[in-house]
């Protein structure tokens, strides 16, 4: 008989809630012990995998199940099929650009399923496998989370490893809300290098719109430069004391750049909740690829976070029922919003814009996040009233032809 998922996992919006696990010293050696024993399982199932050449979650079990157990001792028959789920996950999408097995790190994070962890909630108490039998852990939360994982029905978990504190991060399923009809059009947000994000209203972010020891676009920019020169001095120092220093600022320029991508794409969907608006913004997938940069700006366009402030903004308004969109962005900033009229004079400077024909003026990632709200009304028009733009459809193909006839002369 099929395993049929509920109507809330089909239909519903995804997400992850992280819990702090608290386990005595004992059961702290216990899940150290299965994280570096289904990592090591993990290793051993993609050379396999790529001596083999076999890829597919079916036929990798058929090759490695039985290899991967009887190689390590104490691995659990789910924690072995988990092992090998991983490593196809992990070989679906970068297949191409392998030169060489997959090697997963000693300590990673490692996937737990229903079969692996039970959760006590009332307790507040999680029962995780391990290979010397299952451990009982007590966890706690931010009260959102605690709530999340009291109330929705959850998938698979994460048990992670962070600088001695134990996590665990838990898929969950939220109730999606329908998606209101965005009766005040569409508010439009320009992403750039020099602006993180400029929306048709003309708010600046990060500015002072949003609270925090962030000032603006500029000091982004002077801290993310002083990090690189700091990384740069170090590792070209080489010493013991030069790492230990690196290990410990690792990750801490990209905790910034989460939390401001967090802050505008929050400010973003609540200043369209409040209008009754929907989203829009520019389809920035391959922009790597087509725009050509000076050298001296090549670090700062290749590590800027498009896609996660997209990725943010998208998921928030999809919880809050908002409409979102992403546009074409070709000539955004070399349209005038006015008049229509394109051209690459209308932008004299950088930040400036110009209309030839018509004389507007003003910011030019202002003039941007406004075209995009205006593609956004015109995408939804498209996507909602199909043949409202007179242009040839399926469908009117099919009901304008003429009944095919039964026979006869």
Request: proline share 5%; with cysteine.
């Amino acid at each position: 008989m099929a395993i049929r998922r509920s109507a809330t996992k089909r239909h519903g919006l995804p997400t992850v809630v992280q819990l702090r696990l608290a386990p005595a010293p004992a059961q702290a050696e216990a899940l150290a012990a299965a994280v570096l024993l289904c990592n090591q399982a993990a290793t051993v199932v993609s050379r396999l995998a790529w001596q083999h050449r076999v890829f597919t979650v079916l036929e990798l079990h058929r090759l490695a199940y039985y290899e991967v157990r009887g190689q390590l001792a104490g691995l659990g028959a789910q924690a072995a099929i988990r092992a090998i789920a991983r490593v196809a996950g992990a070989y679906a999408n970068r297949r191409a650009s392998k030169k060489r097995a997959h090697i997963f790190r000693p300590y990673g994070a490692v996937p737990y399923d229903a079969r692996l962890m039970s959760f006590n909630r009332d307790a507040r108490t999680v029962s995780l496998w391990t290979p010397t039998g299952r451990v009982t852990v007590p966890y706690t939360g931010r009260p959102e989370d605690l709530k999340a994982i009291e109330a929705l029905p959850f998938g698979e978990a994460d048990l992670i490893c962070r600088c001695g504190v134990w996590l665990l991060q838990v898929a969950v399923t939220l109730a999606k809300p329908v998606v209101r009809e965005p009766v005040g059009g569409f508010m439009g947000v320009d992403q750039g290098v020099a602006n993180l994000a400029v929306t048709s209203d003309g708010v600046v972010l990060p500015g002072p719109a949003l609270p925090g020891p962030v000032g603006g676009n500029g000091h982004v920019r002077t801290l993310r430069q002083r990090r690189h020169r700091q990384r740069r001095r170090l590792q070209k120092k080489g010493t013991s004391a030069a790492r230990r220093v690196l290990r410990r600022l690792a990750g801490r320029e990209h905790r910034m750049m989460t939390d401001l991508n967090h802050q505008i794409s929050t400010f973003v969907v609540r200043e369209a909740e409040r209008t009754g608006r929907g989203i829009a913004l520019e389809d920035l997938q391959g922009i790597r690829g087509r725009v050509r940069a000076h050298r001296f700006q090549r670090r700062t366009l290749h590590s800027w976070a498009f896609a996660q402030q997209i990725t943010f903004t998208r998921y928030k308004a999809a919880r809050a029922g908002i409409a979102f969109l992403l546009v074409d962005p070709a000539y955004t900033s070399q349209t005038c919003p006015e008049c229509g009229h394109i051209s690459r004079t209308n932008r004299p400077a950088r930040g400036r814009f110009v209309c030839k024909r018509c004389g507007l003026a003003g910011h030019a990632d202002h003039i941007a996040a406004r075209n995009i709200a205006t593609r956004g009304i015109a995408g939804w028009a498209d996507i909602n009233q199909p043949h409202a733009t007179g242009l040839p459809s399926a469908r009117r193909d099919r009901e304008s032809k003429p009944p095919a006839s039964n026979g006869g002369s």
